[in-house]
């Protein structure tokens, strides 16, 4: 059983809790029916604890309250048609969304960016049925405003932007998919991403609870501002940049990744998943190339399977927010992690290591570091094929080590 922190949008005062864990319309682009529509002319393959913290995140064996993150419409892997619009994409011409309601969109066409401009409280479902859209230098889909856009695959579809992108106004549209609202994917089949910048990226919250993504990105292929959040789905990402990258300039104490599940395979130049505060994931399965593993400042593994070839550091805590001090917890799962030689460190944390649960296998020159103490409680520790109960510091694939991570040793 594990306990977990319910997160909320400010993450500024926490509580860490115990946790079990038809009929449709027509649109042509001459006319609508039942929605505002505008148009114009414009690869890669523990322990038990609860307690209340404020202001400053405090993190042992806690951590996001999944219960909380998804609806059920976000988990519904297919959109309520019952009273839809049917669009059609054609060459050089965009589509303005600016009502709440479900739109399934098809066809192929270049040059062509849909709009979502709708009211704050409004819900946007698009859903993707078979759409094929080439930019030059613009999103594939931009939404400006909204509550909430759900983009529901129905139909394997692709978006791909060529060439460099070009601002709106002040803003760097800097995505195949860009959204300025909350964004929500899921669905049944396969979205196809190609990018020369960002594959998609939600300035406010990105989920994800199902379907197939293939995201190629010459900078990141999933990025969020306050967090991205996914529950289920299968990925393969080839990333220059970062796989996942979660950040928030004005507040550190956002920009967190949770995972509960989904198949991943993931290709960085960089760091595979990256959060600004915190990344916990409970479930999935994960393989991973790239320069780092996975980086936050507070890293909570609950279960899973994670294997990582890594250049540089394996899993690393890093102090990049304020609200954590740099942690990394392992309470399940199998993680298997195998570093490249020279100066590289399997497990890196800029403070704490505790492991409570799981099997950890590490294979490097340097397989642990850590700048605070290491905490043995539970699990199966494998150093280079050797199984052991202590947590060597910076020694080179052997045991113990001037800050030695004893049982129990806090």
Same mark, same amino acid.
């Given at each position: 059983?594990?306990?977990?922190?319910?997160?909320?949008?400010?993450?500024?005062?926490?509580?860490?809790?115990?946790?079990?864990?038809?009929?449709?319309?027509?649109?042509?682009?001459?006319?609508?029916?039942?929605?505002?529509?505008?148009?114009?002319?414009?690869?890669?393959?523990?322990?038990?604890?609860?307690?209340?913290?404020?202001?400053?995140?405090?993190?042992?064996?806690?951590?996001?309250?999944?219960?909380?993150?998804?609806?059920?419409?976000?988990?519904?892997?297919?959109?309520?048609?019952?009273?839809?619009?049917?669009?059609?994409?054609?060459?050089?011409?965009?589509?303005?969304?600016?009502?709440?309601?479900?739109?399934?969109?098809?066809?192929?066409?270049?040059?062509?960016?849909?709009?979502?401009?709708?009211?704050?409280?409004?819900?946007?479902?698009?859903?993707?049925?078979?759409?094929?859209?080439?930019?030059?230098?613009?999103?594939?889909?931009?939404?400006?405003?909204?509550?909430?856009?759900?983009?529901?695959?129905?139909?394997?579809?692709?978006?791909?932007?060529?060439?460099?992108?070009?601002?709106?106004?002040?803003?760097?549209?800097?995505?195949?998919?860009?959204?300025?609202?909350?964004?929500?994917?899921?669905?049944?089949?396969?979205?196809?991403?190609?990018?020369?910048?960002?594959?998609?990226?939600?300035?406010?919250?990105?989920?994800?609870?199902?379907?197939?993504?293939?995201?190629?990105?010459?900078?990141?292929?999933?990025?969020?501002?306050?967090?991205?959040?996914?529950?289920?789905?299968?990925?393969?990402?080839?990333?220059?940049?970062?796989?996942?990258?979660?950040?928030?300039?004005?507040?550190?104490?956002?920009?967190?990744?949770?995972?509960?599940?989904?198949?991943?395979?993931?290709?960085?130049?960089?760091?595979?998943?990256?959060?600004?505060?915190?990344?916990?994931?409970?479930?999935?399965?994960?393989?991973?190339?790239?320069?780092?593993?996975?980086?936050?400042?507070?890293?909570?593994?609950?279960?899973?399977?994670?294997?990582?070839?890594?250049?540089?550091?394996?899993?690393?805590?890093?102090?990049?927010?304020?609200?954590?001090?740099?942690?990394?917890?392992?309470?399940?799962?199998?993680?298997?992690?195998?570093?490249?030689?020279?100066?590289?460190?399997?497990? &890196?944390?800029? +403070?704490?290591?505790?492991? *409570? $649960? /799981? %099997? =950890?296998?590490? #294979? @490097?020159?340097? !397989?642990? &570091?850590?700048? +605070?103490?290491?905490?043995? *409680? $539970? /699990? %199966? =520790?494998?150093? #280079? @094929?050797?199984? !052991?109960?202590?947590?060597?510091?910076?020694?080179?694939?052997?045991? /113990?080590?001037?800050?030695?991570? @004893?049982?129990?040793?806090?």
């Amino acid at each position: 059983m594990m306990n977990k922190v319910k997160a909320n949008k400010k993450l500024n005062h926490i509580t860490t809790t115990i946790l079990t864990l038809s009929a449709c319309s027509l649109l042509t682009l001459s006319g609508c029916s039942n929605a505002s529509l505008i148009t114009d002319n414009t690869s890669i393959p523990g322990t038990t604890v609860t307690k209340t913290v404020s202001n400053t995140i405090a993190l042992a064996s806690g951590g996001v309250d999944a219960s909380s993150l998804f609806s059920n419409r976000d988990l519904s892997q297919t959109a309520d048609l019952s009273d839809c619009t049917y669009l059609t994409v054609a060459d050089g011409t965009a589509l303005h969304v600016t009502k709440s309601g479900v739109y399934v969109i098809s066809g192929a066409a270049k040059n062509v960016t849909i709009y979502v401009e709708a009211d704050s409280e409004d819900k946007v479902q698009l859903v993707l049925d078979g759409l094929s859209i080439t930019n030059d230098d613009f999103p594939c889909i931009y939404v400006k405003t909204a509550d909430k856009v759900f983009v529901t695959t129905s139909s394997d579809s692709t978006l791909s932007v060529i060439g460099s992108f070009k601002k709106d106004g002040d803003v760097n549209t800097d995505g195949v998919i860009f959204s300025r609202s909350d964004l929500v994917l899921n669905g049944t089949a396969t979205l196809t991403v190609s990018s020369t910048d960002n594959g998609i990226v939600g300035k406010d919250d990105l989920k994800v609870t199902g379907g197939t993504y293939k995201v190629t990105a010459s900078s990141k292929a999933f990025e969020a501002n306050d967090s991205i959040q996914i529950s289920d789905g299968i990925f393969y990402l080839k990333a220059g940049t970062d796989g996942l990258h979660a950040e928030n300039d004005d507040d550190d104490s956002l920009g967190y990744i949770f995972i509960g599940g989904g198949i991943f395979e993931i290709h960085a130049g960089d760091d595979a998943i990256h959060a600004t505060s915190l990344l916990q994931i409970d479930d999935g399965e994960f393989s991973i190339t790239a320069a780092e593993g996975l980086e936050a400042t507070y890293i909570q593994i609950n279960g899973g399977t994670v294997t990582i070839q890594a250049s540089d550091d394996g899993i690393n805590a890093a102090r990049k927010s304020n609200s954590y001090t740099p942690t990394i917890e392992f309470n399940g799962g199998t993680i298997n992690i195998t570093m490249g030689a020279g100066d590289t460190d399997g497990v &890196d944390s800029n +403070g704490d290591i505790i492991v *409570n $649960g /799981g %099997t =950890i296998s590490v #294979n @490097g020159n340097s !397989t642990f &570091d850590y700048d +605070g103490t290491a905490t043995y *409680n $539970g /699990g %199966t =520790i494998i150093i #280079n @094929g050797q199984e !052991t109960t202590t947590i060597p510091n910076q020694m080179m694939g052997g045991f /113990g080590g001037n800050k030695g991570g @004893g049982k129990g040793r806090h």
